[in-house]
């Protein structure tokens, strides 16, 4: 009888950690930006159709990177976890922080099972207010940790280096078309150089405070952007 193949916990949670990062490192990065009226996604995505970046509930916004089919998924329960509180309870039950700990619960669950593969995304949760001081991000990472962003926040991708531009160019109160240009700028940014992308190419789309509907979720038009990208930038 041969003896049973032995892989000690810490080296099987090392190899699963592993597999997510190098799937989520493949996709594109997507940038989320505190602006003046709200929060802005950014991601590079020549798709017209699956889309990074969608609405949850009435002021809040999910987008994440990695496999299509895993995060899409976890949108859909989230939209049904948030439209039944909502029904059940009352439409100020249904917040951003209560939908990243049921996120946060599927990945770790999913993350530490040995039945089945991780899963290869990182998630945004966003929620605004009516004080942009209480705006919220959080960031999920394949294994269920969530971290609390504030300004800006980057995943997927050459994450560090986007975040890298991010830090050293990003202020406290871009109006829209600024918080763009930071955004794709930042995107196209890298070590062997920086390149241009085209409004075509990008999805975009925000959580908008200024919004007369209940509904804050919109987004930007390609002929919008190219205007927003394409406007000249202002000098202090």
Do not use: C, W
């Amino acid at each position: 009888m041969s003896t049973p193949f032995y892989v000690s916990p810490e080296q099987l949670m090392k190899d699963r950690a592993d597999f997510a990062r190098k799937g989520i490192a493949r996709g594109r990065s997507v940038v989320a930006l505190q602006y003046a009226d709200g929060v802005l996604f950014v991601s590079e995505n020549p798709s017209k159709a699956l889309h990074k970046v969608s609405e949850i509930y009435d002021r809040i916004a999910f987008a994440a990177v990695g496999r299509y089919n895993e995060f899409e998924n976890l949108r859909i329960a989230g939209v049904r976890l948030a439209d039944m509180r909502g029904y059940s309870y009352d439409r100020r039950d249904v917040t951003g922080r209560g939908l990243a700990n049921a996120y946060a619960q599927t990945l770790g669950t999913i993350f530490s099972s040995g039945g089945e593969k991780p899963y290869e995304v990182e998630i945004f949760v966003a929620e605004i207010s009516d004080d942009p001081a209480d705006d919220q991000i959080y960031r999920l990472t394949y294994d269920g940790q969530v971290a609390d962003e504030h300004g800006y926040a980057v995943m997927g991708g050459a994450a560090d280096v986007v975040g890298g531009h991010l830090e050293e160019h990003f202020t406290a109160g871009l109006d829209l078309g600024a918080a763009v240009r930071l955004a794709v700028k930042a995107l196209g940014h890298s070590e062997s150089g920086d390149r241009v992308i085209e409004a075509d190419d990008l999805e975009v789309a925000m959580l908008d405070r200024t919004r007369s509907q209940p509904r804050k979720f919109t987004r930007l038009r390609e002929s919008r952007l190219a205007e927003l990208l394409s406007a000249p930038v202002e000098e202090a």
